[in-house]
């Protein structure tokens, strides 16, 4: 099946564009980056809580932080995270 200049493609509300596939990969790649630049301790509590899904108790057992001290490295990751998507939407806009 063929579509005619007449036709007409409307994506659905819960579709994305090529475009904006892209750019989704492109953002979550610098953000991969991006944590994978964190100084230790930080990408060490980033990852356990968000990759392993692990919470700020079991981090704080495992590696012998205060569960404040966890909160404050993911606090501090998701800061910086959040600042350069912040940059990356104004670049690419």
Do not use: W
Request: aromatic share 8%.
């Amino acid at each position: 099946m063929t579509m005619s200049s007449s036709d007409t493609f409307v994506l659905k509300s819960n579709e994305q564009s090529a475009e904006q596939i892209l750019i989704r990969k492109e953002l979550i790649n610098s953000i991969k980056q991006q944590v994978n630049q964190f100084p230790e301790m930080m990408h060490t509590c980033f990852i356990l809580h968000f990759y392993h899904d692990l919470k700020y108790e079991q981090i704080s057992q495992l590696i012998g932080l205060s569960h404040n001290s966890i909160k404050t490295h993911i606090r501090r990751a998701l800061k910086k995270i959040k600042s350069n998507r912040e940059e990356y939407h104004e670049k690419n806009i």
